[in-house]
């Protein structure tokens, strides 16, 4: 919490059109060029098949975007978002993707700090908080690729997860948010809502139920914080099942109807690193799971 509460800090002096007290500058780790395997071979056909990736020197947040920055952004554009997040919980857990509730960004279930990841948004309102940034900054923000965040999410490491195997998930805990004991407890007690016989939950404690303040586990080799667990997080690439070779129109951000996420949240135990997920753009609430993080080039 120190690390963080040292290196998030308000940056001045980094535009001259912008008081920089007006937004908040996140702290960005330098990550190497480097090659590796992305995806696995095996029953999980979207990360199909194990393939060779390139991938440039790029930067990466060393955190998640949080409820402050957030709300540095909402404060001077008058950005506004409806009511439509579904952050409750049942025996059933959490709803479907196309569900409506009436939480948003800045009053939902799982707010309480404003150190932690910003939810209850969709990708629309992540491109907007980048263009605004970018306004203020002068820099070139961006959501990474998928082949950026598995990369930085490996940070050199070939394991089930990058802090090793783990296949007990005894050593989580130390690492991540996750469906753990904590977990178990404080839903089945308030809800009803148990991971036993469903989703299962690693064999530790996190002592968080719910979303936590970013920066508060043990980083991954790169120095980079909440990679896996916590809140899911949207990234910059298109959504196809599995990797076969698609057009650039296909890929086209702008035109294609699934973006990818990564990361896993609280709500999820452990996935290998190579687990990836799908938001559709248009027609699903804004999640009350999901969040961000900034990339740039070089």
């Not at 908080?129 to 998928?146: D, F, H, M, P, V």
């Not at 990058?162 to 904590?182: H, L």
């Not at 298109?238 to 702008?254: A, T």
């Given at each position: 919490i120190h690390q963080f509460l040292t290196s998030f800090s308000i940056c001045f002096g980094a535009s001259t059109s912008s008081l920089a007290y007006e937004y908040i500058a996140p702290p960005m780790v330098n990550i190497p060029s480097g090659d590796f395997m992305m995806g696995a071979n095996g029953t999980d056909k979207a990360a199909a098949p194990m393939h060779p990736v390139s991938v440039e020197a790029f930067q990466l947040a060393k955190y998640p975007v949080t409820v402050a920055e957030f709300r540095k952004f909402t404060e001077d554009t008058g950005y506004t978002m409806k009511s439509s997040c579904k952050d409750n919980l049942s025996r059933s857990w959490l709803s479907s993707p196309d569900s409506v509730g009436s939480a948003n960004w800045d009053n939902n279930r799982y707010l309480k700090s404003e150190y932690q990841p910003v939810t209850c948004i969709?990708?629309?309102?992540?491109?907007?908080?980048?263009?605004?940034?970018?306004?203020?900054?002068?820099?070139?923000?961006?959501?990474?690729?998928?082949?950026?965040?598995?990369?930085?999410?490996?940070?050199?490491?070939?394991?089930?997860?990058?802090?090793?195997?783990?296949?007990?998930?005894?050593?989580?805990?130390?690492?991540?948010?996750?469906?753990?004991?904590?977990?178990?407890?404080?839903?089945?007690?308030?809800?009803?809502?148990?991971?036993?016989?469903?989703?299962?939950?690693?064999?530790?404690?996190?002592?968080?139920?719910?979303?936590?303040?970013?920066?508060?586990?043990?980083?991954?080799?790169?120095?980079?914080?909440?990679?896996?667990?916590?809140?899911?997080?949207?990234?910059?690439?298109?959504?196809?099942?599995?990797?076969?070779?698609?057009?650039?129109?296909?890929?086209?951000?702008?035109?294609?109807?699934?973006?990818?996420?990564?990361?896993?949240?609280?709500?999820?135990?452990?996935?290998?690193?190579?687990?990836?997920?799908?938001?559709?753009?248009?027609?699903?609430?804004?999640?009350?799971?999901?969040?961000?993080?900034?990339?740039?080039?070089?």
């Open positions: 969709n990708f629309k309102d992540t491109q907007a908080y980048i263009k605004w940034l970018n306004e203020k900054t002068g820099k070139s923000y961006r959501l990474a690729t998928e082949q950026e965040f598995e990369y930085a999410l490996k940070g050199n490491t070939v394991s089930r997860y990058f802090w090793g195997d783990d296949p007990d998930m005894t050593q989580a805990c130390q690492y991540g948010n996750f469906a753990d004991k904590t977990g178990e407890y404080f839903p089945a007690k308030e809800f009803g809502a148990s991971y036993v016989g469903f989703l299962g939950h690693a064999n530790c404690d996190d002592g968080e139920p719910y979303v936590a303040i970013v920066g508060l586990y043990r980083p991954n080799p790169f120095g980079l914080y909440d990679m896996m667990g916590n809140v899911l997080q949207f990234l910059g690439s298109c959504f196809y099942e599995g990797y076969e070779p698609r057009s650039s129109e296909e890929m086209d951000i702008d035109k294609c109807e699934f973006v990818s996420h990564r990361g896993g949240s609280w709500h999820y135990i452990p996935h290998p690193n190579s687990t990836r997920g799908s938001y559709k753009k248009e027609g699903w609430s804004a999640g009350a799971l999901f969040s961000f993080r900034l990339a740039e080039d070089g």
